[in-house]
């Protein structure tokens, strides 16, 4: 059974801070990682894709990889109001046909 | 990246009764995937539809309670049989546009069902 564990929160941090948000997976054959927000009441929308080990930027977002520990984490830096939402790790791999299995979600919220 | 047209948007359904929903892809995707997260909880695979043959089921799902169509490329349907309250849920589809996973998984807009 195929397992991402992500604190569910809620994650609440001032605006302007750097929220960071933490995944683990199970399966060590893992290939592929996704950071997907979704707001309330709306579908999941994909903000990162990573696949190798170490930092991957994109504007405010940085998704940071680690194999060996099985670990994928979520920064967003300058926290705005707006990114409040929950944030969905989704991990993949060739063994399952590299369709993702997803995390419960963190719930974020950025407070003024 | 991929428009999905997904609907009906919403529904309240009768208990023992069926529900049948629809996600138009705006262009032609070999697998689209049906998914259920129910509050709280993550997404859950449900099936994988592929033009041409029968839809492969995840564990815990079968086909005769989600019978899955998908008569071309760009258009599927799932049904809901037989609801439950249990059934209560939001269902989306999804698709992974050009194939690539650099694009990650394009989902529609999701259909909130209430059994009651």
């Known amino acids: 059974q195929k397992e991402v564990e992500q604190n569910s929160g809620p994650l609440s941090v001032p605006e302007g801070a750097i929220a960071s948000l933490n995944c683990t997976y199970s399966?060590?054959?893992?290939?592929?990682f996704f950071w997907y927000r979704q707001y309330s009441g709306k579908s999941p929308e994909l903000i990162m894709f990573i696949y190798s080990n170490g930092d991957k930027e994109d504007g405010r977002f940085t998704a940071q990889l680690n194999k060996a520990s099985q670990y994928v984490s979520l920064l967003i830096r300058d926290s705005q109001p707006s990114d409040s939402a929950t944030y969905l790790c989704a991990v993949a791999s060739s063994g399952g046909s590299y369709i993702p299995t997803f995390g419960r979600g963190t719930s974020l919220i950025v407070h003024p | 990246s991929a428009v999905i047209s997904q609907k009906p948007s919403r529904d309240i359904c009768q208990r023992g009764t069926s529900l049948t929903i629809q996600c138009q892809v705006d262009?032609?995707?070999?697998?689209m995937f049906w998914y259920r997260q129910q509050p709280g909880q993550s997404l859950t695979l449900i099936a994988t539809?592929?033009?041409?043959?029968?839809?492969?089921?995840e564990s815990g799902f079968v086909i005769d309670k989600f019978p899955i169509s998908r008569p071309n490329l760009t258009f599927s349907t799932l049904t809901v049989s037989n609801m439950s309250p249990e059934d209560s849920s939001i269902y989306l589809c999804?698709?992974?546009?050009?194939?690539?996973?650099?694009?990650?998984?394009?989902f529609g807009s999701g259909t909130r069902l209430t059994v009651v």
């Open positions: 539809a592929n033009q041409g043959s029968e839809a492969t089921y």
């Open positions: 999804s698709v992974n546009p050009g194939g690539s996973l650099s694009y990650g998984y394009t």
């Open positions: 399966d060590r054959g893992s290939q592929s």
């Open positions: 262009s032609q995707v070999t697998m």
